[in-house]
């Protein structure tokens, strides 16, 4: 099993910054894909952005430009930078990994195998 721990969630003003950490332990060695999930009641959960062990990337249309994800292999950990935050951005924050990097193309949660408990950011206009 992998077991997958965020953080970094919070309020921040629009404009404003925070970044996302998700901490992966357990069979880290079944994991290729990892990205960021989000989720607002009423609506699906969608893919904010995801990357695979050899560094390709994948963004949601709406995130491009602001936010950026990225991996440190030695600490187990993918980050996810958002920059120029929006109230539309509000949501819980998912982190979510998968064996299979073409994950990372495939805007559908049933797709990654692991989830972490997610995290709120909130971004006030």
């Known amino acids: 099993q992998v077991q997958l721990v965020e953080s970094g969630g919070g309020l921040v003003q629009a404009g404003g910054s925070l970044r996302l950490s998700c901490a992966a332990s357990g069979s880290i060695f079944r994991i290729n894909a990892m990205g960021w999930y989000r989720q607002v009641p009423g609506k699906q959960r969608e893919l904010v952005a995801a990357?695979?062990?050899?560094?390709?990337?994948n963004y949601a249309d709406s995130v491009k430009g602001r936010f950026t994800i990225s991996r440190d292999s030695a600490k187990n950990t993918v980050y996810l930078q958002m920059n120029s935050l929006k109230p539309e951005d509000t949501a819980v924050y998912y982190c979510?990994?998968?064996?299979?990097?073409?994950?990372?193309?495939?805007?559908?949660?049933?797709?990654?195998?692991?989830w972490g408990k997610g995290t709120l950011v909130t971004v006030s206009s």
């Open positions: 979510a990994a998968d064996r299979r990097g073409g994950s990372i193309w495939v805007n559908r949660p049933t797709t990654m195998d692991y």
């Open positions: 990357s695979t062990s050899g560094g390709s990337t």
